[in-house]
C-alpha cells in the first residue's frame, strides 16, 4: 500500500479557511479516483470529496460549496481547499489515492494508498 504525506492542518476559528495538500507520488497522473476522508474518534472514515480521471468532483453533503477538491498533476499534488468551517468539520484528515477507475467510491476499503492524517480542529 502506497503512503502518502499530508500537510495543511490546524486549529482554525469558526468561519475560518484552510488548505490541506498531499503528496500523491505520482497517483495525480494514473487513472483512478482521488479523494478526501475525514475521521471523528468513535466514527468511521467518510468521504468529504473526490475528483474522477475526467475532473468530475463529488462532494459529501456537508462540504457542498464550502470545500474544493482539485489535483495537479505538475506538482503531483492533491489539494482541499476549506472555507466557512465549522465545528462539525473537525476530524483527522486523509488523502486517499488508487481507487476505481471508472468511477469514484465513498468507500475507504476501495483506495489503495492513504496518507496519515492531519488534524484539523475548527475551535
Known amino acids: 500500500h502506497v503512503q502518502l504525506v499530508e500537510s495543511g492542518g490546524g486549529l482554525v476559528q469558526p468561519g475560518g479557511s484552510l488548505s490541506l495538500s498531499c503528496a500523491a507520488r505520482?497517483?495525480?497522473?494514473?487513472?483512478?479516483?482521488l479523494a478526501w476522508f475525514r475521521q471523528v474518534p468513535g466514527k468511521e472514515r467518510e468521504m468529504v470529496a473526490q475528483i474522477q480521471d475526467d475532473g468530475a468532483k463529488h462532494y459529501d453533503s456537508t462540504a457542498e460549496g464550502r470545500f474544493t477538491i482539485s489535483k495537479d498533476a505538475a506538482k503531483d499534488t492533491l489539494d482541499l481547499r476549506m472555507t466557512s468551517l465549522k465545528p462539525e468539520d473537525s476530524g483527522m484528515y486523509y488523502c486517499?489515492?488508487?481507487?476505481?477507475?471508472?468511477?469514484?467510491?465513498?468507500?475507504?476499503?476501495?483506495?489503495?494508498?492513504w496518507g496519515q492524517g492531519t488534524q484539523v480542529t475548527v475551535s
Open positions: 505520482g497517483y495525480t497522473r494514473r487513472s483512478g479516483c
Open positions: 486517499a489515492v488508487d481507487g476505481p477507475v471508472a468511477f469514484c467510491s465513498d468507500y475507504p476499503s476501495d483506495f489503495r494508498g
